[in-house]
């Protein structure tokens, strides 16, 4: 299947509520309109997750990022630019997401991607997409497509095709937490 397809397939599943698996700039990820409060609940059921733990979105550029926090600190601008690799920055005063999405203190995890496929899906998706690891929670997260368990395949509603045959390390995104202050917490680095 040609990329541009899988991108399509997974966009068309997203907008009407389901939920994709696919590769992200780090780990395999499931994900779905993170505006959507139903689709963003059976991401926690097929985790077998607390909705009290915040979930990681993903948006294509700066721009969006904006469109979901009132406000990000110059130093959030500096850290998405200077970044070697991929960083999620968990930012205060989360807006227009599902609100079962948003922590209890009002905070959203977001991740601008550079790697194509992802980027592309956020893209052509024109909202964020919630990218959390591939598989139960408390388990390892799924590296490469073959780490999936069945369990996770068969909860989805689209599983994408790009990327499946690879097999290298990946490892999750570095977290930093970053008040409106400007007060930076690494989480994880």
Request: aromatic letters at 6%; charged letters at 30%; a negative charge.
């Amino acid at each position: 299947m040609k990329k541009e397809d899988d991108i399509k397939n997974a966009v068309e599943i997203m907008k009407q509520g389901g939920v994709i698996l696919y590769p992200t700039d780090t780990v395999w990820g499931i994900g779905c309109d993170a505006t959507n409060p139903e689709a963003v609940k059976k991401i926690y059921e097929i985790k077998h997750r607390d909705d009290s733990k915040a979930m990681i979105c993903l948006v294509d550029s700066d721009a969006r990022m904006q469109r979901y926090v009132r406000n990000v600190p110059n130093v959030g601008w500096d850290i998405i630019e200077l970044a070697e690799k991929p960083t999620t920055i968990i930012l205060d005063d989360a807006v227009n997401l599902a609100p079962n999405l948003i922590a209890e203190d009002g905070s959203i995890a977001l991740r601008v991607t550079r790697e194509a496929f992802s980027k592309e899906l956020c893209f052509r998706f024109q909202k964020p997409v919630v990218s959390t690891s591939a598989n139960i929670s408390g388990e390892p997260a799924a590296q490469n497509y073959c780490d999936i368990s069945h369990e996770i395949l068969d909860a989805v509603d689209y599983v994408c095709w790009t990327r499946r045959q690879e097999h290298k390390p990946h490892t999750p995104s570095s977290i930093i937490k970053l008040t409106k202050d400007g007060i930076v917490t690494i989480i994880r680095k």
